[in-house]
């Protein structure tokens, strides 16, 4: 009976003897890579273009950053339960629709209110839609080889944030204009977000008659064993209501909210930064490309590190590399200093893109992953989108992004102590 309610695998995948969460790993590289246009890194090199055009001030363009990541923080509240119960497939590809339309619209506006609501929309389209959507897939579909798996959705992130700047953003801004820009970065979009999402993304492979890693049988009872060192029949889930009540979703998520609140800030306002103390604007795609670079080759080896040794040691190293790289950003007024910083930063958000996912899916389960994911990010929000607004803030008001360096500094020094203080949460004991 049970057999009969498997679903038949896509069609168009070629390479039927190799496990179908493969499928899904390359397809969240490819949507990873696409979304990029709402992320830090490729709207830094739009905000002088723009400011410049349109007269605005550092802050006006700041917080449409703040407003897309507060709106994905809310939305992913709300569509990761529906993530656990449907899979991610429907979210991708209407979150990629919006990105696009977006994207069209960024290309036509004049006031900060039309960049505010649709970078906004566009952001957090982008975060609940397609980021959480191809996270919690990949957490369904690998436990054993989880890290490897989320190494590759880093690497198309991380290779799309490099790439776009360098390629596709800055060259279009030079030759024509960043409207043009905009335009250019909506077909990539359409092409890569909605199409390879609703071809090839699907929920988790027991829909398919399929286990986890594409282990067999007899391996499945031991995955969780070899992932926390507990004997446990098959995978071991925490419901919501449980995480709620271990101490480490409250740790794990002041450190998200906190190392966000940083990261972010810096991926939007390290390029500015380094042209007010006179680095050519040219550098800025080959910056940013260093950056993102760094993290997407990186992003490998993280995902081996931390299936081998423990997630929380890994993600202890990826925060202290980023606090390092505040202090380096405080004397980055040349291009060797900025290259210093974009590796090591660079290294470190490569780090952290890995964790985040990781190790949540590691300390509770992969059945309830999308709604403990999306409170976390639901709590995480208000803090983490106030980042990028604080330091443009700052810059208006200081002529120097230099204090806003120092409190990030501070703030990833909280980052480390709740992670090393986030211990594996045990499972309650059922009384049925």
Known sequence: MREQQH????????????????????????????????????????????????????????????????????????????????GARTAVVVAGMIVTGVLLGLAVMTEPWHFWGLFGLGRTSALAGVNLGVTVALGNWFIRKRGRAVSFMSIGLRAGQAMVPLVIATPIILAYSWRHAYVALAVMTFLLIALPGW?????????????????????????????????ADGEVSFTLAEAKRTASF??????????????????????????????????????????????????????????????????????????????????????????????????GTGGWTIAQTVIFANYYGRRHLGAIRGLSQLLAGPVSATGAVLAGAIKDLTESYELAFLIFFVALVVVLMAVLLAKPPRKPVSNA
Do not use: C
Request: glycine residues 10%; neutral net charge; proline residues 6%.
């Open 199 to 231: 071809l090839f993304i699907r929920r988790r492979p027991e829909d398919f008659g399929l286990l986890p890693d594409g282990a067999r049988p007899d391996e499945a009872a031991g995955q969780r064993a070899d992932i926390r060192g507990q004997d």
């Open 250 to 347: 409250w740790l794990l998520t002041i450190a998200t909210m906190t190392v966000f609140f940083a990261q972010t800030a810096v991926n939007v306002h390290a390029v500015p930064s380094v042209e007010d103390r006179g680095v050519s604007p040219a550098f800025s795609g080959a910056f940013v490309f260093i950056i993102m670079g760094t993290a997407a080759l990186s992003s490998y080896a993280w995902g081996a590190f931390m299936d081998k040794v423990h997630v929380r040691w890994g993600t202890a190293l990826a925060t202290v590399l980023s606090a390092v790289a505040m202090i380096i950003l405080l004397f980055a007024d040349n291009i060797p200093v900025a290259i210093v910083f974009g590796v090591v930063f660079g290294l």
């Open 7 to 86: 679903q038949p695998l896509p069609r168009l995948w070629p390479f039927k003897n190799v496990f179908y969460g493969w499928a899904v790993v390359g397809t969240s590289a490819l949507v990873s890579f696409a979304q990029v246009p709402m992320y830090g890194p490729v709207l830094s090199v739009f905000v002088n273009p723009i400011e410049q055009e349109l007269g605005w001030a550092r802050w006006e363009t700041s917080v449409a950053f703040a407003l897309g990541s507060l709106g994905g923080s809310v939305f992913s509240s709300i569509i990761g339960g529906q993530l656990d119960r449907y």
